[in-house]
């Protein structure tokens, strides 16, 4: 793709080139870098866990406003969602943003630089909207790590007339175009009746067996689904004492499959390791499947290669995907549904990081993670600037994500 000409847009000529405008959008994060690394920093130590993000939404609103973003607040029923925009018109681009921390584990898995480089990116491309006309959003989309916010504001409209959504995460790898699984959420209970474990054994019904049973039934069906297929979970319940045939017990667990379609024969496969359970120990099954699923990701190729070329020229190699291999759930892939959408991994870490473990919550506050912040917010802007100064890409763009409807995917 040729970038380097000039180009008008919405029949407003460009009078600077967008080698230019792209050297100015750059120079605005400069001299922003310390703000942004800082507002980073003040999320990933005081970490919030999905929809009680109170502190982090608040500082995101603040520092936009500060800025002369417009800003809506608590949008969606959602208190800690927000929306924000500078200019007017057309092209619409946003930049997401995240900013729930995991339990237990803070931000192990770098919402904090999302969160920060989605308003890095925003600002670099205030200046551009100066220049060439548009609109740049920030849509604040808290509850991703648990409760897949992003499906309840497509369903309200957050993302309506967006010509282009875009956010990074961290990782360990450079990757543009990631796959990401569909997710559903299923919560279980078993209800058994109490006895004493040594007097009365043969006068309970123990609800932790059953439990455990419904486990043993899940790892002996993984040897029969789908390879990129994923099923995993925790007991949220087990008993009260060891002397007590345990009446009560629960868990949580997360369905996922390479498309919804087989997701919904996965459901109806694992639910019966549950209810075989309950009819071997004769424990009462209750069950509940989460009000959202996680859609699967798709890419906007031309955005991907876009990103790709601007990564390039900030230094930072991508790195090889394998297809094959998903990088877990995001409920980004709900947005990539309805607008055309990329979701790139920056690294933060070297591979034998694990996310979600504690190394990882370091490197989310390390230079290294600095670094890959700026590096992606910057990509990310001059990805928009693309898209400002250019009307054929932006056809190009919408053109992809009509192709990839019409095959009716997933």
């Known amino acids: 793709m040729d970038l380097s000409a000039t180009f008008s847009y919405n029949g407003r000529a460009l009078q600077t080139s967008i080698e230019d405008l792209k050297k100015l959008v750059l120079e605005t994060i400069d001299a922003h870098s310390d703000e942004i690394v800082e507002l980073s920093l003040k999320i990933h130590a005081n970490p919030e ?168 039934n899940v790892n002996s069906l993984r040897q029969h689904i789908k390879e990129r297929s994923r099923v995993h979970g925790i007991i949220t319940s087990g008993g009260e004492a060891a002397n007590i045939v345990p009446a009560y017990s629960s868990g949580l667990f997360l369905v996922r499959a390479e498309d919804e379609e087989y997701l919904k024969v996965l459901k109806e496969k694992v639910l019966n390791c549950f209810v075989g359970a309950s009819a071997a120990t004769g424990a009462r099954f209750e069950h509940k499947w989460g009000n959202v699923t996680y859609a699967p990701l798709q890419s906007n190729a031309v955005l991907a290669e876009l990103f790709t070329q601007n990564m390039g020229t900030l230094g930072r190699k991508v790195d090889p995907f394998d297809p094959e291999r998903a990088v877990g759930s995001t409920d980004m892939g709900n947005v990539s549904q309805v607008v055309p959408s990329i979701h790139p991994i920056v690294a933060i870490a070297p591979p034998h990081v694990l996310e979600h473990s504690p190394e990882f919550a370091a490197a989310a506050a390390s230079e290294a993670g600095h670094q890959a912040l700026l590096e992606g917010a910057k990509a990310l802007a001059l990805t928009a600037t693309d898209l400002l100064a250019n009307r054929h890409l932006l056809e190009k763009v919408k053109d992809d994500f009509s192709k990839y409807k019409e095959r009716g995917l997933p």
């Open 49 to 216: 866990v999905s929809l009680q993000e109170v502190e982090s939404a608040a500082r995101l609103v603040e520092y936009l406003r500060g800025k002369g973003f417009d800003v809506e607040a608590g949008i969606c029923g959602l208190p800690t969602a927000f929306r924000a925009s500078y200019g007017q018109g057309t092209p619409a681009i946003a930049f997401i943003a995240e900013y729930d921390a995991l339990p237990g584990l803070g931000h192990a898995c770098g919402h904090n630089i999302i969160a920060a480089a989605a308003l890095g990116a925003a600002v670099g491309t205030r200046s551009a909207i100066n220049e060439a006309g548009g609109t740049v959003l920030v849509i604040g989309t808290p509850g991703e790590e648990l409760y897949g916010c992003k499906e309840t504001m497509v369903a309200a409209g957050a993302f309506t007339g967006l010509d282009a959504a875009m956010m990074i995460h961290p990782g360990t790898r450079n990757i543009v175009a990631p796959t990401a699984l569909a997710c559903v959420s299923l919560e279980v209970e078993f209800f058994g009746k109490a006895a004493h474990a040594a007097g009365s054994p043969h006068q309970g019904i123990n609800a932790l067996e059953a439990l455990i049973l419904a486990f043993n």
